[in-house]
């Protein structure tokens, strides 16, 4: 069974930067695409970034396009968010997800993966 926990969260004023971190276990993550979710206090849950199995593509929400780079090491199992310029609206708990299928046009719709982590929270504040 494959699980997921993500890592790296935490508190940084605006303009600073975080490295998310997806690591995996019990099955290696080159099978399978990854997205990175967020969920804001009040929001609906909005796909970030993702990147597909060998991570040749990558997609983004508009937002985040320039200041956040997913990537991905399969050698490590681990999947990264990384967030420059980070801004006030970009407090949430975010998530990784992995599933087996990737499509640039419906890679944010929550039902094309099939492996969720419990999510780490930034919180960007003054």
């Known amino acids: 069974q494959l699980q997921v926990v993500e890592s790296g969260g935490g508190l940084v004023h605006p303009g600073g930067s975080l490295r998310l971190s997806c690591a995996a276990s019990?099955?290696?993550?080159?099978?399978?695409?990854i997205a990175w979710f967020r969920q804001a206090p009040g929001k609906e849950r909005e796909g970030v970034a993702c990147i597909s199995h060998s991570g040749s593509m990558t997609n983004y929400l508009a937002s985040v396009k320039g200041r956040f780079t997913i990537s991905r090491d399969n050698a490590q199992n681990t999947v990264f968010l990384q967030m420059n310029n980070l801004q006030p609206e970009d407090t949430a708990i975010y998530s990784c997800?992995?599933?087996?299928?990737?499509?640039?046009?419906?890679?944010?719709?929550?039902?094309?993966?099939?492996?969720w982590g419990q999510g780490t929270e930034v919180t960007v504040s003054s």
């Open positions: 997800a992995v599933g087996a299928a990737f499509s640039l046009s419906r890679w944010g719709n929550s039902d094309m993966y099939d492996y």
């Open positions: 019990g099955q290696s993550l080159e099978r399978y695409a």
